[in-house]
């Protein structure tokens, strides 16, 4: 089976096709990030309307990559939610018209399953159960996952989410949009330059006594910091390795929590705040001490993409009853 997926949730048009045997046949990702820099964040509007002029192009380029034709395919999968309502409807619109010229079948995707199914993509890959941390811009979740829908959250963030709070600490530290990467690289520069003057960060809910985690109040630590102190380049490096080291120790705590509440053994990781470094080599060392394994999607899997939508569409058509939903449950 030849799935097309179909990836326009925010500001990244992500195609690809992917075949059930045959595995990822081609990808293609537009990213927008350049066009909303000027504005230090995306404009809805803005994004809805460059999705219109990438998506066709990307679709034929994504065919021409792969040797095939829109005759060869079996089914459409899109994203149908969450993220901004106009770049949805761009994404549906198209899976929906080319579904109907080419009387295949078209399925809804929820975003999140997209990312949490991402690391499927890789080899070695997980089996099921697993314990997912998404880390997105968006969400930060901790879920036992049981089988393909089968969805149990542990645990969640009561405020910001993890690719959030990097970003809103990255603008105050002056980095730009998206910050996320930025005050990566600042903070692993900083660390690897062996300078000793440090700050330290609280590590919120650490001891909370459950899965849920909080990142606004880090954000304000940084402002408490920045207010008090002359910003030169040192003590811009050393704030965001601070920053940085307070969301791994955290993320990395509540993620062996939950293996352990679970009884589980592998840690899948998947979003945007996956692609961090320091948050990659926590996991594995910590992970490793408990006899667990931790897998990740690639590094361009990692942020939205194509792939993981035809993958997860390929997943879902393949089980019995995937085209019964009633009509609202797609979009
Ligand atoms: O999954 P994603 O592409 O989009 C959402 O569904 O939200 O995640 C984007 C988020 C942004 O907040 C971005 O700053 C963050 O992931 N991000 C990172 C890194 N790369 C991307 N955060 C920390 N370190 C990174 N290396
Ligand atoms: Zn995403």
Avoid: W
């Avoid at 994504?62 to 829109?70: E, H, K, N, P, Q």
């Amino acid at each position: 089976m030849l799935v097309l997926g179909i990836e326009t949730s925010c500001d990244e048009t992500g195609i690809a096709l992917y075949h059930t045997k045959r595995g990822l046949l081609s990808h293609a990702l537009y990213s927008q990030t350049e066009m909303h820099g000027e504005y230090g964040g995306v404009v809805p509007e803005l994004a809805s309307r460059d999705h219109i002029r990438r998506v066709l192009p990307l679709i034929r380029q994504t065919f021409a990559a792969a040797g095939l034709d829109l005759r060869d395919l079996d089914a459409i999968a899109y994203t149908r939610g969450p993220g901004l309502a106009g770049a949805l409807l761009v994404g549906a619109s198209i899976a929906a018209a080319l579904g109907f010229a080419l009387r295949i079948p078209v399925l809804g995707i929820h975003h999140l399953e997209g990312h949490l199914l991402s690391p499927l993509l890789s080899t070695p890959a997980p089996v099921f159960p697993f314990v997912a941390l998404l880390v997105s811009g968006g969400h930060t979740q901790l879920m036992e996952v049981s089988g393909l829908g089968q969805y149990t959250l542990l645990g969640e963030t009561v405020d910001d989410a993890a690719g959030e709070a990097f970003d809103k600490t990255a603008k105050l530290l002056g980095l730009g949009y998206p910050g996320g990467p930025a005050l990566s690289k600042l903070a692993d520069e900083f660390s690897s330059s062996g300078q000793q003057e440090r700050f330290r960060l609280p590590r919120p809910m650490l001891h909370s006594g459950d899965l849920n985690f909080s990142f606004s109040g880090l954000k304000t630590a940084v402002l408490t910091l920045i207010n008090k102190h002359e910003i030169t380049e040192k003590t811009r490096g050393s704030i965001a390795l601070a920053f940085q080291e307070a969301v791994v120790d955290v993320l990395t705590e509540k993620s062996l929590a939950a293996l352990a509440e679970t009884g589980l053994t592998q840690l899948v990781v998947a979003g945007g705040v996956g692609a961090n470094r320091q948050l990659r080599r926590s996991l594995c060392h910590n992970a490793e001490k408990i006899g667990a394994t931790v897998f990740f999607p690639e590094l361009e899997f990692c942020t939205d993409n194509g792939a993981m939508i035809a993958f997860a569409g390929a997943m879902r058509l393949q089980s019995p009853g995937a085209l019964d939903r009633k009509p609202d449950d797609t979009f």
